[in-house]
């Protein structure tokens, strides 16, 4: 029994020594030291002997030259040339284009009709007159262009009817009736009544006057009788 345990305490401490050498030769190989038995150069020394190379190092007062191995050596490869982005030119400025003017089409403004008859100046004029023994208000209207209504308008009563004072008798422009005769419109008259009393037409009233379709007149009103 002992026999054997001493048998098997042999067989692992070869296995452990087996190891430990592989271990240290696989250790060794990767630090880049030399196999055994191959010769190699010792830090600070030439292969054959020669003078030392490589850069002095002071390590705790030692100097130690390190010597830089080629094939370890790192490289840093050139960085590409770094492209600046270019920016767009400026946008090309639009142009105006040219305005075509259109023609113009005049307006035609519409005119008033020309009066028929008649001149020109205010229906309404004012004379001297001298007021008569006698005189009334009506009297005066028979003979004159005038009627009591315009005479009152224009502040004109009985009380001035003075004989021997001047009045500033209102009464029908002939000026404008150049080619018929003046009338002063009293109460009651139409355009009906006045062209019997005068021998007319109600058309020939309305287009001498320029009146409306209903030939509306009003009272001291002037008109022209054809």
């Known amino acids: 029994m002992q026999n054997r345990l001493v048998f098997f305490v042999v067989v692992i401490a070869i296995i452990l020594a087996i190891a430990g050498f592989l271990l240290v030769s696989f250790l060794t190989r990767g630090d880049g030291t030399a196999e055994p038995g191959v010769d190699q150069p010792g830090v600070g020394e030439t292969p054959g002997g020669g003078q030392q190379q490589g850069v002095p190092v002071q390590v705790d007062g030692t100097t130690v030259f390190l010597r830089t191995l080629p094939e370890r050596a790192v490289t840093i490869s050139q960085a590409p040339p770094v492209v600046e982005p270019t920016l767009p030119g400026p946008l090309p400025t639009a142009q105006p284009t040219e305005t075509v003017a259109l023609p113009t089409v005049p307006v035609v403004q519409p005119t008033a009709a020309p009066p028929v008859t008649g001149g020109g100046g205010d229906r309404v004029i004012f004379i001297d007159y001298v007021v008569q023994q006698g005189d009334t208000l009506y009297s005066i209207s028979d003979n004159q262009a005038t009627s009591i209504e315009l005479m009152s308008v224009h502040g004109i009563s009985a009380e001035d009817l003075v004989p021997g004072t001047t009045l500033r008798l209102p009464v029908g422009n002939p000026a404008v009736c150049s080619v ?19 021998n007319t037409t109600t058309q020939a009233i309305q287009s001498a006057n320029g009146l409306g379709a209903d030939f509306r007149i009003n009272v001291a009103q002037v008109i022209c009788i054809p």
Request: charge should be positive; charged fraction near 20%; hydrophobic fraction near 40%.
């Open 180 to 198: 018929a005769s003046v009338y002063v419109v009293r109460p009651g008259d139409t355009v009906f009544s006045i062209a019997r009393r005068y």
